[in-house]
């Protein structure tokens, strides 16, 4: 459903773009031409010292943390604008607009090489692209402050600016992207080499609570239902803040906290680097580039990347319709964010426990095993919506439901993280090791895609499958939306006969079937190449 897959990982609406020991495989890889400075760090005389323990680096480990947080509150508040917009009667088609919002952490691969290698030595290899960024970050929040109440205002004929919210929130979404892959390289500088390990758990901490305070906590606080019930001895007709003013306040502490980075925070680069020409810097941009074209044409990867760009289709329709369709049926949108949190703890162990059993040679077994179970789920998500408007009560949702949801919820995480798990454990294992960030990242990347462009199409095309007719109104119909309009006009009503959303689940769930028969163990064989099918032969 909608909530899962925006706070599992990366790989659909995403919402929770983790970033994966590839990414800091890659910096890693690229450490080599800076002669692994992370390994030691300058004393107050500038002279390099070795580092003994975390106390000494603390200060660093906070600064990371608070900037991976900084990066998850965007990406929590384009995960709530769904919900909202769902809760104002939105198209499925807007929804599906909307949802190329969740792209660009997949394609962050394209530009990483650019930010990785052309930067100002005067200023730093990383905050020359940090600090705009956050800069930029903060100015686009200052003005969704203003303008996001005009852009999601309805009228009675026009609805939500769904373009320019989408435009808006893509860019948030693009720059979030571009800060991650500064901050991914400036955290295995930051450290030294004994606490790097460090800079993935403050990444993993930090994005979750970042985007835990722009979407759950930002949805509890701007409901007037939950402030009412939970926060308030006096009932009022708003929330405790808007979301105005909640993005006014995040657009303010991306300003200064930047300003502060910016002034206090120095790199630790060495200078004998500066003697290297901007030439050479552009053209590795350009090798690196070459050296991905030259993976996807190897014939195994091509054949896996296709595999990865389809499996996912067959869930796309639970994963990216689910959660809207509740909120459509009634169910409170902040109730629906706050499921997440009870599967923190479960989000957690379920890597893991998983991961014993994808440390072996053949990790795909284990996605191919978990692929049917997942395809049910997605059955049974269906069975969640169509059963939720006979339960619901004048006073709300019984606490019976909510716990249905909850174990339907964790049931799906089960299959989602066994599915990517193998898929990681895979990647790790094929990977060419002479340029494995590189080509690990580019599997990632192609694993993300295939989670996102199912999502959007499936939106895309709830409204469409969809069959309404007017009752109540003889001769009309409701094929569109003025169609529909002219209905209500002479005093019939729209009542839907059939729903997209159904016939996209058993659409899903068959062609899933039929993929997992005919290329599941397609995929099974690949574990079967030699490491030498896996390797790029212009690697030195």
Not at 50 to 55: E, N, Q, V
Not at 530 to 540: E, F, G, L
Request: contains cysteine; proline residues 5%; glycine residues 8%.
């Amino acid at each position: 459903m909608e909530l899962s897959e925006s706070i599992a990982h990366k790989n659909g609406r995403q919402r929770k773009p983790m970033v994966s020991n590839s990414d800091m495989g890659e910096r890693e890889s690229k450490l080599e031409v800076e002669d692994d400075e992370e390994g030691l760090l300058p004393n107050s005389d500038g002279q390099m010292k070795a580092s003994h323990g975390i106390k000494g680096e603390l200060g660093n480990v906070a600064l990371l943390l608070f900037l991976y947080v900084l990066q998850g509150i965007p990406l929590g508040l384009a995960g709530s604008i769904p919900l909202i917009m769902q809760s104002k009667s939105v198209s499925y088609k807007d929804q599906a607009y909307f949802s190329f919002v969740f792209w660009p952490f997949s394609l962050k691969l394209f530009w990483a090489p650019l930010v990785d290698s052309l930067y100002l030595r005067q200023f730093g290899r990383r905050k020359s692209w940090l600090v705009p960024t956050q800069y930029l970050l903060g100015l686009f929040m200052l003005y969704l402050s203003v303008s996001v109440d005009a852009m999601l205002q309805t009228d009675g004929q026009r609805g939500p600016d769904v373009i320019t919210l989408t435009a808006v929130f893509f860019m948030l979404a693009f720059l979030a992207a571009t800060q991650d892959i500064a901050v991914d390289g400036w955290a295995l500088t930051m450290l030294s080499r004994e606490n790097v390990g460090y800079a993935s758990t403050c990444n993993s901490v930090g994005q979750t609570a970042g985007y835990f305070l722009g979407n759950v906590l930002f949805l509890a606080l701007e409901s007037a239902d939950f402030c009412n019930k939970y926060l308030r001895f006096e009932p009022q007709e708003r929330g405790i803040v808007t979301l105005s003013d909640f993005l006014f306040f995040w657009g303010i502490v991306f300003m200064v906290s930047t300003t502060v980075v910016a002034i206090l925070k120095k790199e630790n680069i060495k200078h004998h680097h500066a003697k290297k020409k901007p030439k050479e810097e552009t053209q590795s941009v350009m090798e690196t580039y070459k050296l991905l074209i030259s993976i996807i044409k190897m014939p195994t990867v091509f054949t896996f990347c296709a595999l990865l760009l389809t499996a996912k289709i067959g869930f796309s329709a639970a994963d990216a319709v689910t959660g809207l369709k509740l909120v459509e049926a009634g169910v409170p949108k902040e109730q629906l964010a706050l499921l997440a949190v009870p599967m923190v703890p479960l989000q957690i162990l379920l890597p893991v426990v998983i991961s014993k059993y994808t440390a072996g040679p053949r990790p795909l077994d284990v996605f191919y095993k978990a692929f049917p179970f997942r395809l049910l789920i997605g059955l049974e998500y269906a069975l969640l919506v169509w059963w939720t408007p006979s339960v619901r009560q004048e006073e709300g949702f019984p606490v019976y439901y909510y716990a249905v949801v909850l174990l339907s919820y964790a049931v799906h995480q089960v299959a989602l993280y066994s599915m990517y798990v193998a898929c990681m454990a895979f990647h790790a294992k094929v990977s060419d090791p002479m340029i494995g960030g590189t080509y690990m990242t580019l599997l990632n990347t192609v694993t993300n895609l295939g989670g996102n462009w199912p999502s959007t199409l499936a939106l895309w095309l709830v409204d469409p499958l969809t069959f309404k007719e007017c009752q109540g109104a003889p001769g009309q119909t409701c094929g569109s939306v003025e169609e529909a309009g002219l209905c209500v006009r002479e005093g019939g009503t729209c009542v839907t006969t059939l729903d997209g959303y159904y016939v996209e689940s058993v659409v899903c769930v068959l062609f899933g079937l039929c993929w997992w028969i005919f290329f599941g163990k397609k995929m099974k064989r690949l574990q079967e190449e030699s490491p030498s099918a896996w390797h790029c032969r212009v690697a030195k």
